[in-house]
C-alpha cells in the first residue's frame, strides 16, 4: 500500500510538472478522470501496461515512480531537456525571423482562463521578429447569451443570426476584444525584451457579404468575407504591431455580419500570404482510431478524412477531432490550397503547446501541408558526408558494419535517403545478388525514431526491390531481429546467402540473417 501511495503521488507531480490537467491526462490514457484521481491518491492498484502507458505519455521510464526523490530527478531531466531544446531551438529562431503566422483561437481560450499564457507566448514570438495575426473567436460567449432562446437555428454547424442576436454578437465581441487588448497591456505580460508593452491594432479589415439561404433557410447576418484589407494589415504588421481581428464583417453598405473566426484565419493567412496558419484546438492535433496523435497529413488525407467523417458518421461522433473543432479542418484546406504553406493545430489545454511545436523537433500538433515534409530518393554525391555521420556511431557500436566515408562515396549509387523537411534522417543502401536482394546500411536517425520513419523506408526498399527483380529480400542484424521480424522477414541459415555476399561476410560480428520473399 506504501508503494502504491508513493507511484500515484509520483504520477501526480510528474502530471503537473508537464502542464496537464486531470481531464486532458485521463483522456490521453482512456481512463475516467475519478479513477486517475483515486489513481494518483493511492487508492485504486495500477497494473504494468497501464503504468509503461503513463510514463510513454509522460516521457519517462517506469522506474522514475518508484523514487522518493522524483523532484529532483525531474529538475535534472527538466535541465537536460532544456538545455538541448533551447540549442535545437536556434535553427528555428532563425528560420522564423520575419516571417508572418496567423493565429486563430476560439472564445473558449478566454472562456477558461488561458488566454494570459497565450499572451505571454505572442509576446515572445514578437520579440524573435515573428510578425502575428491574431483571429478570435466569441463562440461559447454567444452561445451563453443565447442559452435560453429556442428561437436559435443552426444549418451545418452554421448559426442563423437574427437581427437581435447579431446586436448581442456586436456587444459580445466588442467585451472580448477589450479584454484581449487589455491583457497586451498588462505590465506583468508584456515583453520582457522591451520596455513597452506590444502594441495591438485591430480594424474593419474585412468586407463580407451576406451568406444567403442553405437548404430554404434565410441566413440573415451570418456572413461570409468578401474582401481582406491586405494592405492595411501588411502596414501594422511592418510596424511591429500586433493585428487582432474579429470575427466580424462589414458591408459597402453599412450591414455588419456574423463570421466564423476559422473562417476569417484561413481567408486572412491567404490573402497576406502568411507562412503558417496555427490553430488553437481541444487536443493533441489529429488522431487515428487507436487515439495516437498524428503529426503530420497531407491535403489528399486530410480530404479523405473530412469525407469520411461525414459519410460514415456525424462530426460529432468523430473519433479524430472534437465538434466544436471540425470546422478547422476545412478551413485548413482552403488556406493549403490558397497557398498558405503550412497549417498547425495545437492543444489549447498545454500551456506554451504553440513554442514546443514551433521551437522543437517533435512539435506539439499536427501539421497540415500540400505535399509530404518526408521525402525517399536516391542518393546523390552530396549526401555522402551526411550518411556518414549518420552510420558511422552505429558502425562504432558494432550496429552496423563499419563504413569508411569513402566506401560510402563509392557505393553511393546504392544509397537511398529519406529527408524531413530537408534534413537527411535515414538511409538504407541495397545489393543485388542474382535474385536476392540486401538491405545493408539501414538506419534512422536517434530523434526520429519510433515516428514511422523507418517502416515507411522499409516499404520503399521493397517496393524497388521488386522493381529490380528479386524475389527475395535479405538483410543481416546484431541488435534489430525483433523489428524485423514484425516486418516479415524470418530467421534463415546463413549458408543459403548468396554465394557472391559470402566472400565479404563478417563473421566476427555474429549477425543474424534474415530474408523475406517478395
Known amino acids: 500500500y506504501i508503494m502504491q501511495k508513493l507511484v500515484g503521488n509520483n504520477i501526480r507531480k510528474l502530471r503537473k510538472l508537464h ?13 475516467s478522470p475519478s479513477n486517475l484521481s483515486r489513481i494518483e491518491r493511492g487508492e485504486l492498484n495500477i497494473n504494468v501496461s497501464l503504468l509503461q502507458k503513463i510514463a510513454e505519455v509522460l516521457g519517462t521510464s517506469v522506474q522514475v515512480f518508484f523514487t522518493n526523490d522524483i523532484q529532483s530527478n525531474s529538475s535534472i531531466k527538466s535541465h537536460k531537456d532544456f538545455t538541448q531544446q533551447f540549442r535545437e531551438s536556434s535553427r528555428y529562431i532563425n528560420e522564423f525571423s520575419g516571417k508572418t503566422f496567423v493565429i486563430g483561437f476560439s ?16 509576446n515572445l514570438l514578437q520579440s524573435l521578429n515573428i510578425q502575428v495575426v491574431l483571429v478570435h473567436g466569441i463562440r461559447p460567449q454567444i452561445d451563453f447569451s443565447l442559452n435560453n432562446k429556442s428561437a436559435e437555428i ?17 456587444d459580445i465581441n466588442g467585451r472580448i476584444k477589450t479584454k484581449i487588448e487589455s491583457a497586451f497591456s498588462s ?42 484589407d491586405t494592405d492595411s494589415i501588411i502596414n501594422k504588421l511592418n510596424n511591429k504591431e500586433v493585428v ?7 458591408s ?22 502568411a507562412d503558417k496558419l496555427i490553430y488553437y484546438i481541444n487536443h493533441n492535433g489529429i488522431h487515428n482510431m487507436k487515439g495516437l496523435p498524428i503529426s503530420e497529413l497531407t491535403t489528399i488525407k486530410v480530404e479523405k478524412l473530412i469525407a469520411n467523417i461525414e459519410r460514415k458518421t456525424s462530426p460529432g461522433k468523430a473519433p479524430y477531432i472534437s465538434y466544436s473543432d471540425f470546422n478547422i479542418l476545412k478551413s485548413s484546406m482552403y488556406a493549403i490550397k490558397h497557398n498558405v504553406p503550412k497549417v498547425h493545430l495545437i492543444n489549447r489545454h498545454v500551456n506554451g503547446s504553440i513554442i514546443e511545436e514551433l521551437f522543437t523537433e517533435k512539435g506539439s500538433g499536427t501539421i497540415f501541408t500540400d505535399h509530404p515534409l518526408e521525402i525517399i530518393r536516391q542518393a546523390e554525391n552530396k549526401d555522402v558526408k551526411k550518411i556518414h555521420q549518420l552510420i558511422s556511431p552505429l558502425g562504432n557500436k558494432g550496429i552496423l558494419i563499419d563504413r569508411a566515408e569513402e566506401i560510402v562515396e563509392r557505393d553511393i549509387r546504392h544509397f537511398y535517403v529519406i ?9 538504407a543502401a541495397l545489393y543485388k545478388y542474382e535474385n536476392s536482394i540486401e538491405i545493408a546500411c539501414f538506419a534512422v536517425n536517434t530523434d526520429h525514431q519510433k515516428k514511422g520513419y523507418g517502416d515507411k523506408l522499409l516499404r520503399f526498399c521493397e517496393k524497388q526491390c521488386k522493381q529490380m527483380y528479386g524475389d527475395t529480400i535479405f538483410v543481416f542484424t546484431t541488435q534489430s531481429e525483433h523489428w524485423f521480424i514484425e516486418k516479415g522477414f524470418v530467421l534463415s541459415d546463413k549458408n543459403d546467402m548468396p554465394n557472391k555476399r559470402k566472400e565479404f561476410y563478417q563473421p566476427e560480428r555474429n549477425s543474424k540473417y534474415f530474408t523475406k520473399k517478395l
Open 19 to 31: 502542464g496537464l490537467n486531470l481531464d486532458l491526462f485521463a483522456e490521453k490514457l482512456a481512463l
Open 107 to 122: 472564445g473558449e481560450i478566454i472562456q477558461d482562463n488561458q488566454l494570459y499564457a497565450l499572451v505571454q507566448d505572442i
Open 154 to 170: 443552426m444549418v451545418n454547424n452554421i448559426r442563423v443570426t437574427t437581427k437581435d442576436t447579431m446586436e448581442k454578437v456586436i
Open 187 to 228: 505590465r506583468a505580460l508584456s515583453n520582457q525584451s522591451s520596455n513597452t508593452e506590444s502594441k495591438v491594432s485591430s480594424g474593419n479589415f474585412l468586407t463580407a457579404r451576406p451568406l444567403g439561404v442553405i437548404n430554404g433557410i434565410d441566413m440573415q447576418f451570418t456572413g461570409q468575407i468578401r474582401r481582406v
Open 244 to 250: 487582432l481581428i474579429s470575427p466580424l464583417g462589414y
Open 252 to 273: 459597402p453598405v453599412g450591414d455588419i455580419f456574423n463570421l466564423s473566426f476559422e473562417q476569417v484565419a484561413s481567408h486572412v493567412a491567404t490573402s497576406i500570404k
Open 419 to 427: 529527408e524531413h523537411t530537408h534534413d537527411l534522417i535515414g538511409c
